[in-house]
């Protein structure tokens, strides 16, 4: 079956870190970029940062840049986010998804998510 | 990076047809084959339904198509079903700092 599971979230004061994991199954994930796309509570989905298949070529939403980076371990099949100088507004559901390029069934498309991993950031 | 526009919500009963449009520029909707849509129900993570403007997944109904004008994409969902009320979200690749960007997402009710 192919899944993604997150893990890693909770509650945090801001100001401080969190690294946030995914464990990748049932797919060649190397074969995938990885993204991180967040919900916070009620509102709409955001993207986050996004990873190609082999770390060279990486992106960052303008709300995050500069606080989190993406990194991710093909040897492994996981996909981390570590963050830091955490804000009120970073508060949200964190999912991990794929995307794969034009040569795969489901190109340019988030096609597989996770459950997500929450993070609250408050004193 | 700007997120799309999409009506906050929409209705329509059973059997009926339903439009959700997702306005963007010509750096990510226009610019780009790469608009997809997402479903997403109470609690649950979100689900493809839509990929490269118009291809339905596998197992996805054919109520469910897309199409593109421009810098403007619209799912159209027939035959309304009662399942069919969720949260819907457009996607789409964007030239701007070469990253993805989601619309504001639409809340379908099925009256």
């Known amino acids: 079956e192919v899944q993604l599971v997150e893990s890693g979230g909770g509650l945090v004061q801001p100001g401080r870190s969190l690294r946030l994991s995914c464990a990748a199954s049932?797919?060649?994930?190397?074969?995938?970029?990885m993204h991180w796309v967040r919900q916070a509570p009620g509102k709409g989905l955001e993207w986050v940062s996004g990873i190609s298949w082999n770390s060279g070529s990486i992106g960052y939403a303008d709300s995050v840049k500069g606080r989190f980076t993406i990194s991710r371990d093909n040897a492994k099949n996981s996909l981390y986010l570590q963050m830091n100088s955490l804000r009120a507004e970073d508060t949200a559901l964190y999912y991990c998804a794929r995307t794969c390029g034009g040569d795969c069934p489901v190109p340019n498309a988030f096609d597989i998510w996770g459950q997500g991993t929450m993070v609250t950031v408050s004193s | 990076q700007s997120a799309l526009t999409q009506p906050a919500s929409v209705s329509g009963s059973p059997g009926q047809s339903i439009t959700i449009s997702c306005t963007g520029t010509s750096s990510d909707v226009g610019g780009y084959n790469y608009v997809s849509w997402y479903q997403q129900h109470p609690g649950k993570a979100p689900k493809l339904m839509i990929y490269?403007?118009?291809n339905r997944p596998s197992g996805v109904p054919d109520r469910f198509s897309g199409s593109k004008s421009g810098n403007t994409a619209s799912l159209t969902i027939s035959g309304l079903q009662a399942e069919d009320e969720a949260d819907y979200y457009c996607s789409s690749y964007t030239s701007s700092s070469t990253s993805w960007v989601f619309g504001g997402g639409t809340k379908l009710t099925v009256l």
């Open positions: 490269e403007v118009s």
């Open positions: 049932g797919f060649t994930f190397d074969d995938y970029a």
